[in-house]
Every structure is written in structure tokens, then in C-alpha cells.
């Protein structure tokens, strides 16, 4: 698309002018609130056993109007942007209680743009994206007799946002992001091992579109089928542990992000509350969250209140310095906001949520920090976890892992699961490496039936103790 992509959100009878008339009418009894306009253009491509299974296309516009008095949000939407519609959505607002003291103030006001105006979905026909999953798969096939099975998925998604407040504040955003992913089945014998491998970020199609970045998603996903195929059964006990740099981060997310947003502190739900400038993790480990890193996926200008995104450190050194806050929870427990109040659409209300959360390398040699463990297993990759909030104990299943033996790497094993709690673990973390990465771009986060976009990272760690839930010895 060319020009400006706010025409999108004023394409009938509402205009800019009218809709801040509209929120300073609705929104200026009440301490806080927003008028969040969004237009949004989804598409998703499934590609399996060599032809097109799924192809769908998806546009929506709508408003969500929220009003704050005190600790009670008021909030009503629909998928109609209008007047009529805004005003019929106010009704909702009377429940609440006029302010009781000073309005809050306005978000800082930014000029940063992260993203252009162009529409990735619209920029690469759709015949031209049937042939780049023809492509991986025919590819993927190739590459080695024992590939049984081929599944590609690609998807884009294009969303306009602008954020409108009682008091004149109006600030806009363009969030493109883009998404591939490519399992492949191996077998040998009588035995199926399954690999998978996705990236993606705030970017347009071009990278997805080129050889070396979709052949590289190939052979990471036969790669890891292939050593499956191989692996036994793990064994089970606590033991050392190390995990591996980038997308194991993602264990970090779900074992110490979630317990340091704003609303379960504020409530005192979380493992974390009250603990703010107390010794929480190891030292050396420092955890920052920051969604102004160029074409991340957890990445925005500014956030679903207008706040600019920034970067937060939360843990320094193994001291908790702060928590990820949103307009609401910071004003409640007396803090700034963090940029981190995000939703899913304008059909949702903002929570603290994070963006690309990671924590920073250290001094060590990934290679040495094997050497250390006589006996444990080295965890490469992650698949699915969970985590209990408020006492951060969590189980998170290994889509590729290793003995270690010795102080080397030995045979793969298949069936481990991790289970332990963040505070504990962040304290026995006893080896940090300097080989920090952010992941691949395929994260997504859910809290409350909201699902986001997230990025995570971390370097190689060692922790002295875990257990492993596995069927060998």
C-alpha cells in the first residue's frame, strides 16, 4: 500500500478530528482510557504431503473503548468504526464511578517510526507464495531418503493501530509480521521422528522469499528429525543441565517474564512481589525485556496505551530491579509505565505483557561449560511449557536434547521434560556463556486468552540442578 495507512482507519464517516471529539467526551470523567482504533489484514498458507491444504485471508476493523476510575476498567468494541457505534459503546462507561482525583497524564510522545507503510501481504502475489512451500517442499524431499512427510506453513499479517486519549494525545503505529515454519517427518524402519524449524519477525516477505534463509530452515528441521531418530530414552532425576543459546530463552519467558509483569505483583500473586532490590537470581544473570529492537517479533513503537516501547532491565546482576508495568498497574503501585501494555486486537483490554525478553551473555565458553557436568543432559531446543505464576514452578518438554557424560556431549534422548521453579532456578544458574542469541522469531505468548507476538533469547547456561522427567536410566 502507498500513502498514508491511517486512511484506512477513516475510510466512512468517521475522521480523525471527530474521533478525538469522541474521546474527550466519552473518556474525560474518568482518571484514564483510550479510544484504540485497529485495522488489521491476516493470511496463512498451509502446505502438506505436496499440495496446498489451507489458504486463508482475513481482514478486520474495529474499536475498543476503555474508561479507568480507581482500580475498575469499563470497556465495550465492535468491529464497526463510526460514530454511532463509539457513542453506543459510551453506555458501558457509566457504570464507572466519575475520577476521584487528577486525570493521568499523557504518554511521552515519540516520532519514532519502527515500520513503513507497506503492506506485506499485498507486495508478493499469491501464486508466488504457493511456489516458495512447492519449493521447500520438493527441496526438503530431496535432501534425503529417509523424509517421509513435508509440512510448510507461511503466514503475514499486516495491522494499523492509533491510540486516541481525552486529553489530545494520538499516536499511530504499522505492525507488519511475517512467519515460516517447516516440520519434517524422518523415518527409519519403523520409527518416525518429527523436526521442526520456524522464523519470522516485523519485516516484509523478501527474506522469507530468499534460497538461503528458507533452505536453512530445511535443513535445521531434517537435522533435528534425523537426530531423533537416533535418540534413547532419557533418563529421569535431578541433575546438571545445560541449555542452549537463543530459543531456550523461551524457558526464561514462561519461569520468570510472566512473574515479573506489573498486575500479578500489584496483587501479590506472584513469586515475585515485594522483592524489588532483594537477590532473586545468580549473579551475573541480568534479564532485560525491550520491544524497540529493529524487525523483532515482540517489537513495537509504541505500545497499546501509546506508550513508546523501550528497554527495562528487570533483573541486574542477579538483583530484581522492577517490574513490566502498563498504565493502570504502574499508577496503582506508584511506578512509571514500561511501554508494555499490549492486547491482542481492539476487541481485548491492555495487560502487562512482554515483548522480546532475554538475558544478557556472560564471560564463559559454551564449549567449557559442558566439560563441567559429568553427568546430565545438554537441552537444545523447547517445545511446549507451562508455569504456575504464583509459585513459578514450571514444565517445559525438550524437542532436542543430549546426554552429556563425562563432560562431553553423548547420544540424543527423546521424552525429556524440565520441571522446577524460576526463583530456584535463577539462583542456580552457575555458568553463563558468551554466545548470546535472540530466537529464530516464532514465539507466541498467552496470558488470560490474549495470544501475542514475543521474542526471547538468552546465552548457554549451566544450572547445577534440575529435574528431569525421562522413562531410562
Known sequence: ???????LLYRGELDPDEAQRLAARHLAAHDDGELYLQYRVSEAFGFDDGRLKTADYHTDSGFGLRGVTGETTAFAHANEISAAAIDRAAQTLKLLDPARGGHSPPPPRTNRAMYGADDPLALIPFASKVELCQAIDSAARGRDPRVAQVSVSLGGSWSVVEVIRSDGFVATDVRPLVRLNVSIVARQGDRRETGNYGLGGRYLYDRLFEPATWNEAIDKALAQALVNLESVAAPAGEMPVVLGPGWCGVLLHEAVGH?????????????????????VAAPGVTVIDEGSIEDRRGSLSIDDEGTPTGRNVLIEDGILKGYLQDRLNARLMGMQPTGNGRRESFAHVPMPRMTNTFMLGGADDPAELITRVKDGIYAKSFGGGQVDITSGKFVFSCTEAYRILGGKIGAPIKGATLIGDGP???RRVTGIG???ALDQGVGVCGKAGQSLPVGVGQPS??????TVGGTGG
Open 461 to 466: 547456561l549451566l544450572i547445577d540442578g534440575l
Open 259 to 279: 512473574g515479573l509483569e506489573g498486575d500479578f505483583n500489584r496483587k501479590g500473586t506472584s513469586a515475585f512481589s515485594g522483592r524489588i532490590g532483594t537477590r
Open 1 to 7: 500500500m502507498s500513502g498514508d495507512p491511517r486512511a
Open 434 to 436: 558468551n554466545d548470546m
Open 424 to 426: 530456584s532456578v535463577m
